[in-house]
């Protein structure tokens, strides 16, 4: 069966660090790219960050540049998102998803989307 699935989430206090894990199941990650996505109640859902598989290049959107870091382990067939000085406004349902080969701007082009993990951030 062909699935992602995350892990990491939780409640945390601003300023702190979480890290997320997007496990693959019944394929290889090799030849796609690697997408994290967030959806924050009453909001539409945005791309976070994204990774190529085959040769690690990234994408961060703006908001989150300097605090988060995408990397991936192929031989585990995961991919992580190491989130640090955490601000409320991260808080949402964070998920990850495929698409082929390249990033892609659009949310269309992924699939497989996981269930998602929720990320808290406050006081």
């Known amino acids: 069966q062909v699935q992602l699935v995350e892990s990491g989430g939780g409640l945390v206090q601003p300023g702190g660090s979480l890290r997320l894990s997007c496990a693959a199941s019944?394929?290889?990650?090799?030849?796609?790219?690697v997408g994290w996505f967030r959806q924050a109640p009453g909001k539409e859902r945005e791309g976070v960050s994204c990774?190529?598989?085959?040769?690690?290049?990234?994408y961060y959107v703006d908001s989150v540049k300097g605090r988060f870091t995408i990397s991936r382990d192929n031989a585990k067939n995961t991919v992580y998102l190491q989130m640090n000085s955490l601000k409320p406004e991260d808080t949402a349902v964070y998920s990850c998803?495929?698409?082929?080969?390249?990033?892609?701007?659009?949310?269309?082009?992924?699939?497989?989307w996981g269930q998602g993990t929720q990320v808290t951030v406050s006081s």
């Open positions: 990774i190529r598989m085959s040769d690690g290049s990234t």
């Open positions: 998803a495929r698409t082929p080969i390249h990033c892609s701007g659009s949310q269309n082009t992924y699939e497989n």
């Open positions: 019944g394929f290889t990650l090799d030849n796609y790219a």
